[in-house]
């Protein structure tokens, strides 16, 4: 099955960049801070009064209804304009927001899918801990039931914008009988609750969108579980498949965008010779028609992603080979940055200081590349343990 695009799909196409021509912010985005999350909310109120936020998500929910494919189109779009990639909303539109509509009950759906979309909120994510990262079956942070309520007690870590969201979707343990991925719930947080302690975590690229979050005696009440007690882990397994299934394709646009820019850094910049431009020179030519393939095969894995999506409402573990193949081409365009650009870009603070320091991430976040290759092996391929 392949994505093929109607006529009504290059016209809706067009009307999204019309629209987003004249409407994205022009503005500089704050880097952190309550600056930052009103500039996010402020731009997501601005696409839901434009009738264009949670394409894809049930009419009923505030959404348009529409497919994946037409989903696809505004990511596509999004990303060929130099548009800010609002990350900040990152979590809620494309973790909590389809969790929700898959496991959550009516009333949790009705509470809080409409304010995601009108960007009245932000959320964040309580999954990974300092000893259960890549690991996430190992989590320790614990949920004792009090009557109505769940009493949480632990730590959490690498929670993006914690410092300024509103909810959480957090994953803790409410038993421990059974294996390791029995026994974990999944809850949705109020980050105002008492006993929540929030702490920035500052990062060698110059941001602050992480932080620690501490748990003592947090009070969550039992209707807020999403799905049964004891089976947050199918839960998160949703959460993960939404993750790394379609949710970055804006990010993989942008990333084909760099790869473009790093080719016209290549024809300016003198090469190693110290003679000719860098783009003369055969290794670096050849380094740079690999990763301009690699961001067009990328593409061509997205769409058969979306084609698969088409018949399922959940992303399957093929997603694991769409965030496996972006997060090593992102480093692989930030070390060959490197390489042409020299080593005292560094120092510069730029566009391709980010893109290098940030690539560093990109193979642990949302599960390790070791993970990815293992969920590939074993899901997608079949291949024994």
Request: with cysteine; proline share 4%.
């Amino acid at each position: 099955m392949s994505v093929m695009f109607s006529p009504e799909q290059d016209a809706f196409r067009e009307e999204v960049r019309t629209w987003l021509q004249a409407n994205a912010p022009t503005e500089e985005r704050p880097p952190h801070g309550p600056a930052m999350r009103e500039y996010d909310l402020a731009w997501q109120r601005t696409q839901w009064e434009g009738g264009w936020a949670g394409i894809a998500w049930p009419v009923e929910y505030g959404g348009r209804g529409l497919s994946v494919v037409e989903q696809l189109i505004w990511y596509e779009e999004y990303g060929r304009l130099d548009i800010p990639v609002i990350e900040s909303t990152f979590v809620g539109l494309r973790h909590a927001g389809p969790t929700l509509i898959a496991c959550g009950t009516e009333q949790q759906k009705a509470h809080h899918l409409p304010a995601i979309l009108r960007g009245d909120v932000i959320w964040c994510q309580g999954f990974s801990e300092p000893e259960a990262g890549s690991d996430l079956a190992a989590l320790r942070t614990s949920a004792v039931r009090d009557g109505d309520e769940l009493v949480v007690n632990g730590q959490k870590i690498w929670t993006s914008y914690g410092d300024v969201a509103d909810w959480q979707e957090l994953l803790v343990r409410t038993s421990r009988d059974g294996t390791k991925h029995q026994g974990i719930s999944w809850l949705i947080c109020d980050m105002h609750t008492p006993g929540i302690d929030v702490r920035p975590i500052d990062t060698m690229d110059g941001g602050r969108d992480f932080a620690e979050v501490f748990y003592d005696d947090v009070r969550i009440p039992v209707e807020n579980v999403v799905g049964a007690i004891d089976d947050g882990w199918n839960v998160a397994m949703s959460t993960l498949a939404f993750e790394r299934g379609t949710a970055f394709t804006i990010n993989q646009v942008k990333l084909s965008a760099t790869v473009e820019r790093l080719i016209d850094e290549a024809r300016e910049r003198c090469g190693p010779d110290g003679r000719r431009a860098a783009i003369a020179d055969d290794e670096i030519r050849r380094e740079l028609a690999a990763v301009r393939a690699e961001s067009r095969a990328l593409r061509s894995l997205t769409y058969l992603a979306v084609s698969r999506n088409l018949r399922s409402a959940v992303p399957g573990p093929d997603g694991s080979m769409l965030k496996l193949a972006y997060a090593e081409l992102q480093q692989r365009v930030g070390r060959l940055a490197m390489e042409i650009l020299g080593d005292d870009v560094l120092d510069r603070g730029d566009y391709w200081t980010r893109t290098y320091l940030t690539s560093h991430a990109a193979s642990i976040g949302g599960g390790t590349s070791e993970i990815q290759r293992n969920i590939v092996a074993e899901r997608v391929l079949g291949l024994p343990r």
